[in-house]
């Protein structure tokens, strides 16, 4: 005689990392699931389901959609950071965005895989591709991915989901090509909220002024804090630059890099002219400087950029050899370095991220298009290419943690 009761069910629980409990993510999986489709697999982030068949997509599809799902998915990964291992990269090449996952293993077996198959490179389709000209990335965080329009519109994206938000910018539209500008994007997780940071500096009078956007309550203020007026200039970060015509490609390179809830930017100082690291905190919404990675420039060696290692602030640079110097700086006062030497012909790299779960790191070439990884592990050390991407058009990677979050619900998924 069978006593176990009426069959229900499956749940779905999760271990709670912080915590160190478990919860409930899913109190009841779709019926029309069998057993031998429910195997349960982390996928960057994303929970999901092995062998799903089409009768049963829908039904899975709204269970995973419903707010309840969302709160908790969220709740899930909220303990996550920077320092993870960077599996999963957002590409923009031109007009076109792509998702790669990466994967690696201590037996040396490198393979690209995707969300999606068998494919090392997914090309994703944005359902708001044709209402723009131009986009340009701003960051990602927490799963979502946020762009902004040359109309001055943001556009705030899950690609996993296929949902996306629209926020209009009334400071940007028909007039932003007289303005040097900066841009951060970034969870906060003590307000839980998701913010813009946006810096205009005007190009005839050089005044700085920072508006950060609340996607919690859909409200853009500005920052009053009259100290980095002095701070700091924009329109000094690159030589090329020119305050009468202020050139797309400055607009393009001055993305944020974000490391634990702060921005960090490449900005001049005003009273002797040399460049230095500025950092704006999401949470405080202050300025500060960030005096343990100094930046150097003459006639052989010059830090070009700043870049995302292993969960810290790195900056990279290239002497006269055409050298690569790549700084960490893992704590202050305590900095590792990665020299690559030009034989490995990586002296036109335009970015970096990193690492991989064995130690390895993304790298982009600023002429070939193309993205390859770094293994400073090995002996000698080993320069993989991967992908090549379309050359004349702007290369942009970063790193990327899939979410089930709705942009078009963040208020009411952050307050439950």
Same mark, same amino acid.
Not at 171 to 181: A, D, I, P
Not at 254 to 263: K, P, Q, S, Y
């Given at each position: 005689?069978?006593?176990?009761?009426?069959?229900?069910?499956?749940?779905?629980?999760?271990?709670?990392?912080?915590?160190?409990?478990?919860?409930?993510?899913?109190?009841?999986?779709?019926?029309?699931?069998?057993?031998?489709?429910?195997?349960?697999?982390?996928?960057?982030?994303?929970?999901?389901?092995?062998?799903?068949?089409?009768?049963?997509?829908?039904?899975?599809?709204?269970?995973?959609?419903?707010?309840?799902?969302?709160? %908790?998915? @969220?709740?899930?990964?909220?303990?996550?950071?920077? =320092?993870?291992?960077?599996? !999963? /990269?957002?590409?923009? &090449? +031109?007009?076109?965005?792509?998702?790669?996952?990466?994967?690696?293993?201590?037996?040396?077996?490198?393979?690209?895989?995707?969300?999606?198959?068998?494919?090392?490179?997914?090309?994703?389709?944005?359902?708001?591709? %044709?209402? @723009?000209?131009?986009?340009?990335?701003?960051?990602? =965080?927490?799963?979502?991915? !946020? /762009?902004?329009?040359? &109309? +001055?519109?943001?556009?705030?994206?899950?690609?996993?989901?296929?949902?996306?938000?629209?926020?209009?910018?009334?400071?940007?539209?028909?007039?932003?090509?007289?303005?040097?500008?900066?841009?951060?994007?970034g969870y906060v997780s003590s307000v839980n909220d998701y913010k813009i940071v946006r810096i205009i500096e005007m190009a005839n009078t050089l005044e700085i002024m920072v508006h950060v956007f609340s996607l919690k309550s859909n409200e853009c203020r500005r920052i009053h804090h009259e100290s980095f007026q002095n701070l700091f200039s924009l329109g000094k970060m690159m030589s090329t630059l020119s305050y009468a015509n202020v050139s797309l490609q400055s607009f393009e390179t001055?993305?944020?890099?974000?490391?634990?809830?702060?921005?960090?930017?490449?900005?001049?100082?005003?009273?002797?002219?040399?460049?230095?690291?500025?950092?704006?905190?999401?949470?405080?919404?202050?300025?500060?400087?960030?005096?343990?990675?100094?930046?150097?420039?003459?006639?052989?060696?010059?830090?070009?950029?700043?870049?995302?290692?292993?969960?810290?602030?790195?900056?990279?640079?290239?002497?006269?050899?055409?050298?690569?110097?790549?700084?960490?700086?893992?704590?202050?006062?305590?900095?590792?370095?990665?020299?690559?030497?030009?034989?490995?012909?990586?002296?036109?790299?335009?970015?970096?991220?990193?690492?991989?779960?064995?130690?390895?790191?993304?790298?982009?070439?600023?002429?070939?298009?193309?993205?390859?990884?770094?293994?400073?592990?090995?002996?000698?050390?080993?320069?993989?290419?991967?992908?090549?991407?379309?050359?004349?058009?702007?290369?942009?990677?970063?790193?990327?943690?899939?979410?089930?979050?709705?942009?078009?619900?963040?208020?009411?998924?952050?307050?439950?």
């Open positions: 005689m069978d006593t176990r009761g009426p069959a229900r069910n499956p749940t779905v629980v999760g271990f709670n990392l912080v915590h160190e409990k478990f919860e409930t993510v899913l109190d009841s999986v779709p019926g029309s699931i069998t057993p031998w489709n429910q195997s349960l697999c982390d996928m960057g982030g994303c929970l999901s389901l092995h062998g799903l068949s089409i009768s049963v997509s829908k039904c899975w599809h709204s269970a995973i959609s419903s707010p309840q799902f969302g709160n %908790a998915h @969220f709740r899930f990964r909220s303990f996550l950071h920077s =320092s993870l291992p960077t599996q !999963c /990269l957002f590409v923009q &090449s +031109g007009h076109k965005f792509y998702f790669l996952c990466y994967d690696d293993d201590d037996n040396g077996d490198d393979e690209i895989v995707s969300y999606y198959g068998t494919e090392g490179l997914r090309r994703l389709n944005c359902d708001f591709e %044709a209402l @723009f000209d131009k986009l340009y990335l701003v960051g990602t =965080s927490n799963g979502l991915v !946020c /762009l902004l329009s040359s &109309s +001055g519109v943001f556009v705030i994206w899950n690609q996993i989901t296929y949902q996306f938000r629209k926020i209009s910018d009334p400071y940007l539209v028909n007039s932003w090509r007289h303005w040097t500008l900066s841009w951060g994007f001055h993305r944020g890099i974000l490391v634990n809830e702060t921005l960090y930017w490449i900005a001049a100082d005003m009273e002797i002219w040399e460049r230095k690291i500025v950092s704006f905190n999401l949470a405080l919404e202050t300025f500060d400087e960030f005096p343990y990675l100094e930046l150097a420039s003459s006639d052989v060696y010059r830090d070009n950029f700043l870049c995302l290692m292993g969960g810290c602030l790195s900056k990279c640079g290239i002497n006269m050899r055409d050298d690569v110097y790549v700084t960490i700086s893992k704590s202050p006062g305590r900095k590792e370095s990665i020299f690559l030497l030009r034989d490995m012909g990586l002296g036109s790299c335009q970015d970096l991220v990193g690492f991989t779960r064995t130690g390895k790191f993304f790298i982009v070439d600023r002429y070939s298009k193309e993205l390859g990884l770094v293994d400073p592990g090995s002996s000698p050390m080993k320069h993989t290419p991967l992908v090549r991407f379309e050359r004349g058009c702007n290369l942009d990677i970063i790193n990327h943690v899939p979410s089930l979050i709705s942009p078009s619900s963040i208020g009411d998924l952050l307050e439950e």
